[in-house]
């Protein structure tokens, strides 16, 4: 399928896990790619295996939580392609785990509050100000499982993924009327390297409450990602959708 052609998509958090996935399979399905990530080694080594495959692909070093990178970042891509068609959140970070919220440093809530839904709020402020010229976006805001349900011990986690599930909902009614869809996506445990440093107990608790009793993949939640930003999905917006191995069940 080539449903991408012509078409530009943003991916923050693109240089690994569930980014890369999704820029990889928006890529081979003719998608010109903008990677945005923190982590410039990282973003260079992305880079070259995706160009190795022959997608067009572009980098961007942004640390999302901050607004004038963002901004200048957007204009940069525009500048570059001349348009947005696409933009994914996925940069985020786990933030404490297996910690009490008594004990839960507020300077960690911070920097969750910032990567998380801060940043998610901008890059979807100053991507919506691109689409708006043509009319026409798909923007989907990577959320969590623990949003909808709450990960007991991940105080940040949960409540700024809870946070990006309400900015979904109230600004794809605010865009209801118009050709740019705003959707989100709430995975259970994904197999990615961010959870690498999640506590064993912690993992073995969220693990256990899947009944389909596996993590995730990458390719998984790339497929379900690339039907909700195509065309296709022309009829959905404001929606958190579930890739979550049977434990969302509403």
């Excluded at 300077?107 to 991507?127: P, Q, S, V």
């Amino acid at each position: 399928m080539k449903r991408f052609e012509n078409q530009v998509a943003v991916i923050s958090g693109g240089a690994e896990g569930l980014g890369f996935a999704i820029a990889e399979r928006i890529g081979s399905e003719g998608g010109s790619l903008a990677l945005f990530d923190i982590n410039g080694t990282l973003l260079k080594k992305a880079l070259m295996l995706l160009k190795d495959k022959g997608y067009i692909a572009e980098g961007y070093q942004v640390d999302i939580s901050l607004e004038p990178a963002v901004e200048h970042a957007i204009e940069l891509v525009k500048a570059t392609f001349g348009k947005i068609d696409i933009m994914i959140n996925s940069a985020g970070i786990v933030g404490p785990t297996s910690t009490r919220i008594t004990d839960y440093p507020v300077e960690e809530y911070d920097r969750i509050y910032a990567i998380n839904l801060r940043g998610a709020f901008l890059m979807t402020k100053y991507t919506l100000k691109v689409m708006e010229q043509n009319n026409y976006g798909r923007i989907l805001l990577l959320a969590s499982i623990a949003g909808k349900e709450g990960n007991p011990f991940m105080t940040g986690y949960s409540s700024m993924k809870a946070g990006v599930i309400g900015l979904v909902k109230g600004v794809g009614k605010e865009y209801a009327q118009t050709g740019i869809t705003v959707n989100g996506l709430a995975p259970a445990v994904i197999k990615t390297a961010m959870n690498e440093h999640t506590a064993p107990e912690q993992l073995a608790y969220m693990t256990s409450k899947i009944p389909m009793n596996r993590l995730g993949t990458v390719e998984e939640v790339a497929s379900i990602s690339a039907w909700i930003v195509s065309n296709e999905a022309s009829f959905n917006t404001g929606f958190v959708f579930d890739i979550s191995g049977g434990r969302a069940t509403y």
